[in-house]
């Protein structure tokens, strides 16, 4: 059977020839996995939190030096407010690298009415409105985030009725993606048979080799299944807002004191971690692993090793 191609809209948009999104996972999505993922033929993002512009000036000029394929940046407007946004939207227009942006959530109207020119967006969303109003700003995509995805949840649309609703929303007449649990070709072909433009995947790239998620977080990934996981609310330090799916460890199951467990070393600056924090465990990262946030959607079913970005492309698209 054809390896599982992108359209021409696609192709044009991101440069991938592949299908696939890999989401920008705070913590996680650093230039080394963004750039693993363009390579490869998809398009990689690096995941960006309440970095200060000289950061993010350096993880983009980093991942330039890796990759020359148009890669993106991702933003989370539930944790900046206005003019912060807007101030780094305003920065990442004038980069060379010209990253796409991907809104994790809709911005608020003030926001959207004040995009820079030229800037190139998408949308991701837990509901049809939210894309619809998207595309009505102007983005160039939209996301639609499901129920079986990891980390924190934008709605609560499953994708079998995504799959269901695609045709009435009419998304093969636009750039529509979704989001949520998928992690095989037969499912990657579903959903492009519904009409949707390819997929946005997190949990099976954090669980790579180029990622930056810690190795006890990789492994807890490959070891868990479905039925391991669980939507939450406990790791809402530093992001009260969503829910999150994530694998079911002691912070679930207990309410224990929300000490600090650990600590993260990141642009030469050491931070605490608090139990019940947002925070993922990374390479920089020290203390209760086990303890910590780990995100992890149902695609956790065909993760059953540490493979590379490019394993995990062939196996998603073969």
Known sequence: MAQIASSSKVQALFGARLPILQAGMGGVAQPELAAAVCEAGAFGMIGLYRHTL???????????????????????????????????????????????????????????????????????????????????????????????????????????????????????????????????AVELRQVMQAGFSGVLCGTVFAATRESAAHERYKQAIVNATPGDTVVTDRFSVGWHTHRHRVIRNASCEESLPAGVIGSAYYFGKRYPILRYSVAVPTVHTEGLIEDMALYCGTSCKDTHSIRTVRQVLADLTS
């Open 54 to 184: 000289d950061e993010i000036g350096v993880l983009l000029a980093q991942t330039a030096t890796l990759t020359r394929a148009r890669f993106g940046v991702n933003l989370v407007p539930f944790v900046l407010d206005a003019d912060a946004l807007l101030d780094r939207l305003a920065f990442l227009v004038d980069r060379p690298e010209r990253p796409i942006v991907t809104f994790f959530g809709l911005p608020d109207a003030t926001v959207l009415r004040a995009l820079p020119v030229g800037m190139e967006y998408g949308v991701q969303g837990g509901n049809w409105d939210e894309l619809e109003a998207g595309f009505d700003a102007g983005a160039r995509f939209g996301v639609l985030q499901t129920t079986e995805a990891g980390g924190h949840h934008l709605g609560s649309t499953a994708r079998e009725q995504a799959l269901d609703q695609a045709a009435r929303h009419g998304v093969d007449k636009r750039m529509v993606f979704i989001s949520g649990g998928i992690s095989n």
